[in-house]
C-alpha cells in the first residue's frame, strides 16, 4: 500500500500521518523532517536546503526527489509507505510514478487535506517550540503554563524562522501555484480522496481511515 498525503502548510498533515501509520503499519516518509535533518546536518546540499526554507520558498524538485526517491524505492517497508509532504509538484509527481512503476508498484491513494488560507496563517505564526526538547506549543490552542518557557526543560521557546506571517504567505502563494494542479492530476487518475481539514483532528482521522478502507484496503 502506498499513500499520499497532502495538503497546504499547517493543515495537520504530520499529525494524521502518525495515526495512519499506526492504524495501517505503514513507514511514515515525511519529506518536510528529512530536509529539516538534512538542514541540521550542516551538508552543502543541507545548506542549500536551508536557503530556501528560510525564504519560505519550495525546495527545488531536483533536491526533494534525490532525498526522497531513495527510500520509497527501498524494500523491506512492511505493507507499504505514506508519503507526507511529497510529491508537491507535476514533475515530483511523474518522477514518482515513473520510480514505481520500474519497482512494480503505484500510488494507491491520495489524501488531500483542505484548510483556507487564513485558519493556515492563524496555526502557524502561533507557533512555538523547545529548542532543546523539539516540544511544540501554540499561543491558542496549545499554549505552554509559563509564557514564553517549556513545559519540560524550562528552556525559553522560539518561533522557526519559516513561522513568520510574511514567511507563511510565501509558502501558501508558492503551494497554490504549485501543488494545487496535483488534485487534478491524480484525479485523473482516479486515487484522490479529498477530506475537510477544518474538522477536530479526530473526526479528520476517521475520514481518512475510511477512505483507506474502502478505496485500498476492501480492494487488496
Not at 541540521?40 to 526554507?53: D, I, K, N
Not at 520509497?72 to 505493507?79: E, L
Not at 490552542?141 to 510565501?170: F, M, S, W, Y
Request: glycine letters at 10%; charged letters at 25%.
Amino acid at each position: 500500500m502506498i499513500l499520499v498525503l497532502f495538503g497546504p502548510p499547517g493543515a495537520g498533515k504530520g499529525t494524521q500521518a502518525e495515526r495512519l501509520r499506526d492504524t495501517f503499519r505503514l513507514e511514515h516518509l515525511s519529506s518536510g523532517d528529512m530536509l529539516r535533518a538534512e538542514r541540521a546536518s550542516g551538508s552543502e546540499l543541507g545548506q542549500r536546503v536551508s536557503g530556501f526554507m528560510d525564504a519560505g520558498q519550495l525546495v527545488p524538485d531536483e533536491i526533494i526527489i534525490e532525498v526522497v526517491l531513495a527510500r520509497v524505492i527501498k524494500p523491506g517497508s512492511g505493507m507499504g509507505y505514506l508519503l507526507d509532504g511529497f510529491p508537491r509538484t507535476l514533475p515530483q509527481a511523474q518522477r514518482l510514478d515513473e520510480a514505481l512503476a520500474a519497482a512494480g508498484s503505484r500510488v494507491d491513494l491520495v489524501l488531500s487535506l483542505a484548510v483556507p488560507d487564513g485558519l493556515i496563517v492563524d496555526r502557524i505564526t502561533g507557533r512555538l517550540s523547545c529548542p532543546r526538547c523539539g516540544t511544540v506549543y501554540h499561543l491558542k490552542n496549545k499554549p505552554p503554563l509559563q509564557a514564553g518557557v517549556c513545559d519540560h526543560d524550562g528552556e525559553t521557546l522560539i518561533q522557526r524562522k519559516d513561522d513568520t506571517a510574511e514567511v507563511v504567505q510565501q509558502r501558501l502563494t508558492a503551494y497554490h501555484a504549485q501543488t494545487s494542479p496535483l488534485e487534478e492530476y491524480y484525479r485523473n487518475h482516479d486515487v484522490l480522496g479529498g477530506v475537510d481539514g477544518t474538522a477536530d483532528i479526530d473526526a479528520v482521522t476517521r475520514e481518512l481511515s475510511e477512505l483507506v478502507r474502502s478505496k485500498v484496503v476492501s480492494s487488496t
